[in-house]
């Protein structure tokens, strides 16, 4: 976790330019910079949970194919050493933080064709947010909400993860 006097606090981002804003904060949702841009027009912001709320709300705000696109721009949730070695640092660390590393090839392989089956009948990955939940956790999310018939109910879903997932990682980059 970043130290109290690394993260940024939420008055400095309320100063930042568009482009700072976006630099400072857009990696939060990541291959999304849109999302910050977007969110920097509700400045100011009183708190961390504001900065989030405006961030969500920007997400939100983007019509279905818009929040499909951003979904698409996750990779499926990667199981092998290799592939969570090769992941942005927030992954890499939610992963390891759930056990996704240290799993059996049977394991890896099976969570392998959860998430291609989920991708092939949804449209986008599997996200679900890993910090605080465990391997045996995430195989359950995975195998019930493969088992849903709705896209909308997975797009809602996503969208929800993705929430929890950019809230604790905004929480360790402001204040």
């Known amino acids: 976790m970043t130290s109290e006097d690394q993260r940024i606090p939420v008055t400095q981002l309320n100063e930042m330019s568009r482009d700072e804003f976006v630099d ?9 910079p849109w999302v910050a841009s977007n969110a920097w027009e509700g400045r100011p912001f009183g708190d961390v949970g504001a900065l989030h709320d405006a961030m969500m709300q920007a997400l939100k705000d983007a019509d279905r194919g818009k929040q499909v696109e951003f ?34 090839e049977d394991q890896q392989r ?9 991708r092939t009948r949804f449209g986008f990955p599997f996200i679900a947010a890993l910090r605080g939940r465990s391997a045996a956790e995430i195989f359950a999310m995975a195998e019930q909400h493969l088992g849903n018939d709705s896209t909308d109910m997975e797009l809602y879903f996503s969208l929800s993860e993705v929430a929890k997932i950019t809230r604790m990682r905004l929480d360790r980059l402001v204040r």
């Open 24 to 32: 400072a904060v857009g990696q939060v949702y990541e291959y999304a």
């Open 71 to 104: 979904l698409r721009g996750h990779t499926d949730m990667q199981v092998t050493p290799g592939a969570i070695e090769a992941m942005t640092p927030d992954s890499r660390q939610e992963h390891i933080s759930a056990g996704l590393d240290k799993l059996t």
């Open 110 to 118: 099976r969570m392998e064709q959860l998430v291609g089956g989920y």
